[in-house]
């Protein structure tokens, strides 16, 4: 399974990107795909084709009316491994000794 | 003020990082600055030099024992503007008409 | 037309990435697309569906063999834009008015 | 010694970036450092704190005019090693017995 982060936005609209990072965040939302949302970008976990597919989804979604967008991606396959959205922090925290804020 | 997002580990002490991990996220919850943490990474929000002064104590304390160190950060400043770790999603969840997940 | 920059690598197989890498390159050497390696990554141009397909290829080559990868994929797209690989160097050259080592 | 690569653009200015990409490439230029430019972004090779202090400066020279700015950056330390700019990609290019395009 793969956990992927990515943000997606215009550069030829200005600097008031929350209607088009919500065009994507409803993409996402409607996937079906487990994922999380933060400052900086959304986190899905699934397959590789399928949060691929999302990522093209909001690329597209974007394509439709702007003529110039960035996208970063970064993806941490592990095999075999599921629900890392919430594992991969309860297990820094274990090492820790402590909750970290989320 | 800057939202900076990182994630930072060794590549030449196997595949289970979240020791390293914790090393980081410790230092990180002492700074003092507004975070928070995810499966891929940790957000910061403060002025640039606090931010990458935090980076650069991550990298110091791997550096002490590790021989190969991976990082990547993204940052987003905005002129005068405070707080946000919150409002970016809350602008976006405005926009969309209803919560997502975070 | 996109520019793509990605890179790929396991984190199961010690520090020695060279031979993985290598791996990728093949699959983008052999893809057809226009492209530029360097210490950091690769550059592809084209389409976002065969720049992302390139992409999917070195990452099963690599899940073939390894239970764990890191990706780390930008990209900028540009409406109607094609050879960007060397004329966005060119275009900073000339606002520069001097050469930059490339 | 530290391969980092970055890339650092305003959001408030529009999409025709190649004048403020100028800006930064001309503080790399002069900063004394090994680097190397290319369609995406910048790589410099050096020590952890000359490599980011030439981030540092070339934010502050877009801070001066631009209110919001965007910057990922990417870095590779490796204990005791130095002139990866090239060695990077020849070993690569040694595993695969063929020359890749740069």
């Known amino acids: 399974m793969v956990v992927l982060e990515f943000s997606i936005f215009p550069l030829d609209k200005g600097d008031s990107?929350?209607?088009y990072v919500a065009r994507s965040l409803d993409i996402v939302d409607r996937s079906g795909l487990?994922?999380?949302s933060h400052a900086m970008g959304t986190l899905l976990e699934g397959g590789f084709d399928p949060v691929m597919n999302v990522v093209r989804e909001c690329f597209q979604a974007?394509?439709?009316d702007c003529d110039r967008i960035e996208c970063s991606i970064k993806f941490d396959y592990r095999k075999g491994?599921?629900?890392?959205?919430?594992t991969?922090?309860?297990?820094?925290e274990?090492?820790?000794?402590?909750?970290?804020?989320?």
Chains 1, 2, 3, 4 share one sequence.
Not at 94 to 102: A, F, I, Q, S, T
Request: proline share 3%; aromatic share 4%.
């Open 62 to 64: 974007l394509a439709a």
């Open 88 to 92: 991969k922090v309860a297990s820094v």
């Open 81 to 86: 491994r599921q629900g890392r959205l919430e």
């Open 17 to 19: 990107l929350s209607r």
């Open 94 to 102: 274990e090492k820790l000794g402590r909750p970290v804020r989320k």
């Open 34 to 36: 487990d994922y999380r």
